[in-house]
């Protein structure tokens, strides 16, 4: 699919969308939360993923890894940009650790995938993760390798140094509860639930660590 002509379902939900339904904000994280940034294809079902981890307080759809300053969404699934569409996670360390919200960041998408995730086709859909020091960076090496031995093959997903993040517009943002009829039909008709079965049995959309 061609994202400079052609609609993803995504595209198509917000379209059919009135402006009025079109709401929500980021959710406020304390001033006591560790922050970390992901990219897994669409920001929504990302969200969803990590707002159900224990120790999660607050996650923002947004846009990394780029060279345009404020980008919107319509020049960041253009392409041309160089973002991918994010989830910045804040989280409380003494709840939850790092190494788990890489557990649970695997095991939310197909890391075999190639400028795409499910139905969601362009390098911004690309899935990586951007380190924001350097713990963090040999947390997420150490866990690609281990998902590279665990499947004997090459991962796709990226390890890149975090720049900036740009939240995203705010109708955007806890999409995946505004908007649920919407959301659970893109969801399912985007082949998400399927295709991470397909690769991490009952692993697949884990919230939490073994």
């Not at 002509?5 to 595209?11: D, M, N, Q």
Request: with cysteine; proline share 4%; hydrophobic share 35%.
């Amino acid at each position: 699919m061609n994202l400079s002509s052609s609609p993803t379902l995504r595209h198509l939900s917000l379209l059919a969308l009135p402006a009025a339904i079109l709401l929500g904000s980021p959710s406020q994280a304390s001033a006591e939360s560790d922050s970390a940034v992901f990219a897994g294809g669409c920001f929504w079902c990302m969200e969803e993923a990590y707002d159900k981890v224990d120790g999660v307080t607050a996650t923002t759809s947004g846009y990394t890894g780029g060279n345009t300053k404020d980008p919107t969404y319509q020049q960041v699934v253009a392409g041309g940009t160089g973002h991918a569409e994010a989830v910045k996670v804040d989280y409380d360390p003494d709840r939850v650790d790092y190494e788990t919200l890489l557990h649970v960041f695997w095991r939310n998408i197909d890391p075999f995938a190639v400028d795409r995730q499910f139905c969601d086709k362009g390098a911004s859909y690309r899935s990586a993760i951007f380190p924001m020091d350097d713990e963090q960076h040999a947390l997420a090496e150490a866990s690609r390798e281990e998902v590279a031995e665990r499947f004997d093959q090459e991962i796709a997903t990226e390890i890149s140094d975090f720049d900036a993040f740009y939240p995203a517009e705010d109708y955007h943002q806890n999409y995946y509860a505004e908007n649920r009829v919407r959301y659970n039909f893109y969801k399912s008709a985007c082949g998400r639930v399927d295709r991470l079965e397909e690769v991490w049995g009952e692993e697949a959309s884990a919230s939490a660590a073994p």
